[in-house]
């Protein structure tokens, strides 16, 4: 070990503190993990459950990501009916060992579409008529728009049910993410029983015009037989509207509530940063809680790091192997920079953080924001548990640059 | 000549589907591909999935222009940007199938309708795809295309692939119709690979690159002609083995040391590129990492697009249509 001192490294810090996450994994019933695709969304998010279930309590992770990368990290099966707990054995072989418990699910549009049906439709009969009509299949099954829903419902359903303590939400990447966070509104508007009522049968005088247009709008742009299949499904529907209603109601109460954290995950990237901008600004504006951002991929962490020009080379040593010492510390000088580059990068993050708190005087002042650096020694993505672990770690005590 | 065969081979295509995660460049390399079509002497209209009420546009930061509306509007020579607006192709697609144009109007107007087609899943996707039908199939009065190139910007990966499967899946519910027809039409554009190719996008990383072959495979299964892989912000590489091998055993035994995380992000590249050229059948190829953003980037990609080597994966073209095209 070298006992020389590269310039990079402030001596006088502490060796770890808590960051502001610390306390969200603790006091939190959702934490929401938005951002860019590609920033490690959905590391952070298994992260941040894995450490509340270290910190003791009963953690799930919900990803509604159709890549299904946390399952390859967290060994869960696709397509699971219901969440599955991370295996306790394998995290504790690792030297981490849970107070609490960790559960991962995968959302599936289906099922919990399917589940929803079974639950507010009322009588198998109804049931069965809702779930073999075309139109009911054709929705079930498809991703776009589908998962923003059910992410959603699925919320509710897992917080309704009190079985976790805290979930954690990975949300679809870029603009789909707002579709979630608009989700329980958009919902609203589609079973507003202005639209809902040109479809159905039953109609008061004032709904005629406008549903005679409607007919003739349908049958003749999708045939007659999608028109009847639309008012099947939504006579089918009908029933459950309310219950839909209210639970998207609940969604938002929840996610408006201090029991609400919504973390924006981005890198040092031009393009990340400009959408966690715009993320924030939507946050702001649907009058979410939002607790700070974390910065994964970013190259501020040097505690510790020597420089090339440190190394001493043995005697004797050949040209290429000098030439090559020269060219490493030409990369060293570029990571100057860039590390120079992401920690002003923190500092400002740490700042709108502050500012966003003030300004939304959401939180009393307990709750944490602010900034924090994920991956400071991984430069690659994470990949295994192990890694998923330092992850963990790091966004809870972590002396942040 | 080689070098720009892989750009050049894109210029007969009338709609380019850029996709691919998000965060890897994508919108950067549409905004650069426009530029150097336009600059080829393409009509090109360069497009991204959305209303005006987005209130910031990736593509617009990329292509340099404060708005990007739902009308082309021009932007340099030859080249215009719009958004491919789903109520827009509602419209039109009202207009195609009533009987009068006056009651596609009113039925626009009628905000129950206007409703539902936003908010019920699947709808608003199915409007952009008959925009984009609408945009591709406009011509001047010379007969000539309005946008020889279409260019879409995706969105990331997930959707992307769900645009794909919409009309499939729509033809099942409503087999008849006008609203079928054009759904095959639709379809048949996209399909068709000398008309239409997929580029998908990715980052020399593992996740990354794992997920573009994920993404190679979806594409595959929808059967929509991929055209090439861009594996982008590549890092410059100056070890040669030799140095490299020297450099590895030299980090081994130091306390983390500076540039040793640019060295693995080099090797991880390598690995990564080496797997993406394996797994697919079409020409891959490679932007190095350049540090600028915004409209200086997308300029100077496109600059380097026409003079950039095309470095690993097959280089003959495996388009097997192409002579038809």
């Known amino acids: ?401 | 000549m080689i070098r720009d065969e892989l750009l050049k081979s894109l210029l007969p295509l009338r709609a380019v589907l850029v996709t691919g995660k998000g965060g890897v460049g994508k919108t950067t390399f549409a905004a650069s591909l426009a530029r150097f079509a336009a600059q080829s002497g393409k009509r090109v209209l360069v497009t991204e999935i959305g209303s005006e009420e987005a209130t910031t546009s990736a593509l617009a930061d990329a292509i340099g222009t404060p708005k990007i509306t739902e009308q082309p509007q021009e932007v340099a020579p030859n080249l215009r940007v719009a958004s491919l607006a789903p109520a827009l192709g509602h419209q039109r697609f009202l207009r195609d199938v009533l009987p009068m144009k006056i009651l596609a109007d009113a039925a626009m107007r009628s905000s129950a309708i206007r409703r539902f087609l936003s908010a019920a899943p699947t709808f608003p996707e199915m409007g952009v795809l008959y925009r984009l039908l609408d945009l591709v199939r406009m011509k001047r009065r010379d007969g000539a295309f309005e946008h020889e190139m279409i260019i879409v910007d995706l969105p990331a990966t997930g959707h992307a692939l769900a645009l794909a499967q919409i009309p499939a899946s729509l033809l099942r519910v409503i087999p008849t119709g006008p609203i079928a027809a054009a759904v095959r039409e639709g379809l048949e554009l996209l399909r068709d690979p000398g008309r239409t190719g997929a580029v998908v996008v990715t980052l020399p990383e593992t996740l990354p690159v794992s997920e573009a072959i994920e993404l190679v495979q979806g594409i595959a299964e929808h059967e929509i002609p991929l055209a090439h892989v861009v594996v982008n912000r590549v890092p410059f590489d100056p070890f040669s083995d030799e140095e490299r091998d020297f450099i590895r055993s030299l980090l081994g035994n130091q306390r983390p040391t500076l540039g040793g995380r640019t060295l693995e992000r080099i090797d991880r590249a390598r690995v990564a590129l080496g797997r993406i050229a394996n797994a697919v059948s079409v020409p891959v190829g490679v932007l190095q990492d350049v540090w600028l953003d915004g409209p200086r980037l997308a300029e100077e990609m496109a600059s380097l697009m026409a003079v950039d080597q095309v470095e690993v994966g097959p280089t003959s073209v495996r388009r097997k249509e192409e002579g038809a095209a």
């Open chain 1, 1 to 401: 070990m070298s006992s020389s001192r590269p310039p990079d490294v402030r001596p006088t810090l502490p060796e770890t503190q808590p960051t502001f996450i610390e306390p969200l994994i603790r006091d939190k019933r959702v934490i929401v993990c938005c951002g860019a695709g590609g920033v490690g969304k959905t590391t952070t998010a298994a992260a941040i459950g894995l450490a509340s279930a270290v910190a003791g309590r009963k953690a799930l992770v919900l990803t509604i990501d159709p890549a299904r990368r946390l399952a390859e990290a967290m060994g869960i099966p696709e397509a699971a009916r219901a969440p599955a707990p991370v295996p306790r054995a394998k995290l504790a072989a690792l030297g981490v060992p849970l107070a609490g418990e960790l559960h991962a699910w995968m959302l599936s549009p289906e099922i919990v579409f399917e589940t929803m049906v079974r639950r507010l439709a009322g009588d198998e009969e109804r049931i069965q008529q809702i779930l073999k009509n075309r139109l009911y299949q054709h929705l079930s099954k498809i991703v776009a728009g589908m998962q923003e829903y059910t992410a959603a419902e699925a919320l509710y359903t897992l917080y309704s049910e009190g079985k976790y303590d805290i979930v954690v939400l990975d949300t679809p990447p870029s603009r789909n993410a707002l579709a979630f966070l608009e989700a329980p509104r958009k919902l609203s508007l589609f079973l507003d029983e202005r639209v809902i009522g040109v479809f159905l049968p039953k109609k008061g005088a004032l709904l005629r015009a406008a549903s005679d247009l409607v007919e003739r709008v349908f049958t003749k742009a999708f045939g007659e037989g999608f028109y009847k299949d639309v008012q099947d499904f939504l006579g089918a529907f009908s029933g459950m509207f309310g219950g839909m209603r209210a639970h998207a109601e609940a969604v938002r109460e929840l996610l408006t509530s201090d029991q609400a954290a919504f973390l924006l995950v981005t890198s040092p990237e031009p393009a990340a940063l400009a959408e966690a901008g715009f993320f924030q600004q939507k946050i702001a504006e649907l009058g979410l809680p939002f607790a700070g951002y974390v910065l994964n991929r970013s190259w501020a962490y040097t505690r510790g790091f020597i420089g090339p020009e440190e190394i001493a080379l043995p005697e004797g040593v050949l040209e290429h192997e000098r030439v090559a010492l020269r060219k490493l510390t030409q990369l060293a000088d570029a990571e100057r920079w860039r590390a120079q580059r992401d920690r002003d990068l923190l500092a400002r993050l740490r700042m709108e953080a502050a500012g966003a708190r003030g300004a939304g005087a959401r939180h009393d002042g307990r709750d944490g924001t602010g900034a924090a650096i994920a991956t400071p020694h991984l430069g690659g993505a994470v990949e295994d548990l192990a890694g998923l672990a330092e992850l963990a770690r790091n966004l809870v005590h972590l002396e942040n640059a």
